[in-house]
């Protein structure tokens, strides 16, 4: 098994537990990952999301993130940052662009 399917295995599972952070909610529906709508529990119902997927022609994991809300997006990115350090921090991965 890859590095990439076990992380998104992990992903999965940590998605489905209860240290997955309020308001995430996994997809019905994923065809190229896991994808994750986001209540950002701003005025107006305003939602973001978050693919976490393998490359189609690399050996590479692909993060999208969307929000609605400003500053959305980085809170977004660190929180799927804190899931790769804690939950797959003994994989060789290069977290460094997610760094900012």
């Known amino acids: 098994v890859s590095v990439d ?3 998104l295995k992990r992903f999965n ?19 190229e990952g896991w994808r994750v709508s986001v209540d950002e529990k701003a005025p107006g119902g305003r ?3 978050v693919l976490l997927r393998q490359s189609l022609h690399d050996p590479l994991l692909v993060l ?6 400003k500053g ?4 977004l990115v660190q929180q799927v940052l ?4 804690k939950e ?13």
């Open 82 to 85: 804190a899931f790769l350090c």
């Open 72 to 75: 959305g997006s980085q809170a």
């Open 13 to 31: 599972e940590w998605l489905k537990s209860k240290a997955c952070p309020p308001g995430w909610t996994l997809d019905p529906i994923n065809h």
């Open 5 to 7: 399917q076990q992380v």
């Open 64 to 69: 999208n993130i969307e929000s609605e809300v």
């Open 88 to 100: 797959c921090g003994t994989f060789p991965l290069d977290l460094q662009k997610l760094r900012v």
């Open 47 to 49: 939602r973001g999301w």
